[in-house]
Nanobody
């Protein structure tokens, strides 16, 4: 499966962005999907994940209540709605796909990655 992430940009503190991850080659319904981010000078970290059932998503504590992950299997796309953005959310965001049976939170469990999209939150 090939993944294409988009939707990043520059936004002020408190603003919102919606990231999209479009898949081609295979149906997204077969995969658990995750979003990770890497801030300058930091390691890549798990942000959110959702599996095939789509009725449960897991979130990092730092984004709970602000970010919402959803998937539209008919459009072969997952979305990360990011609200109440903070400067510490500034990072390159990556979407990834995994054949795991439940939501993986470690990046090594994802076999397919998109190219990343930059999110910058100004203070």
């Amino acid at each position: 499966v090939q993944l294409q992430a988009s939707g990043g940009g520059l936004v002020q503190t408190g603003g919102s962005l919606r990231l999209s991850c479009a898949a081609s080659g295979r149906a997204l319904a077969n995969y658990c999907m995750g979003w990770f981010r890497r801030a300058p000078g930091k390691e890549r970290e798990f942000v959110a994940g959702i599996c095939r059932a789509a009725d449960y998503a897991a979130y990092a504590d730092s984004v709970k209540g602000r970010f919402t992950l959803s998937r539209d299997n008919a459009k072969n796309t997952v979305y990360l709605q990011m609200n109440s953005l903070k400067p510490e959310d500034t990072a390159v965001y990556y979407c990834a796909a995994s054949l795991a049976l439940w939501i993986p939170m470690r990046d090594v469990e994802y076999g397919y990655w998109g190219q990343g999209t930059q999110v910058t939150v100004s203070s």
